[in-house]
């Protein structure tokens, strides 16, 4: 697991940039969305879990025109009913 300790200044409009390295090493990318749990007096940011668009599942998700779709339903498609 890779730790980082770093500092960055909130925006007059609340805003914090993460930095690069933070973003490359957790995968997050632009349009990813993020949980906010406020923890005591800290702040937890992780990658929000995202569900499929046609059944709600959160098992092996797969990009699909700006939608999650998992294999169980990308598999169910691709044979038919
Ligand atoms: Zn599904």
């Known amino acids: 697991m890779t ?3 770093t500092a960055r200044r ?15 090493v957790l995968g997050l990318n632009p349009g990813d969305l993020l949980a906010i749990e406020v923890n005591g007096e800290g702040i937890v940011l992780s990658k929000a879990w995202t569900h499929c668009a046609l059944c709600g599942s959160h098992d092996q998700l797969s990009d699909y ?7 169980t339903c990308v598999e169910t498609l691709s044979v038919g009913p």
């Not at 609340?14 to 390295?21: E, I, K, S, T, Y």
């Open 65 to 71: 025109r700006d939608k999650q779709v998992c294999r």
């Open 3 to 5: 730790s980082f300790a």
């Open 10 to 24: 909130i925006d007059a409009l609340g805003r914090v940039v993460l930095p690069a390295d933070v973003r490359k």
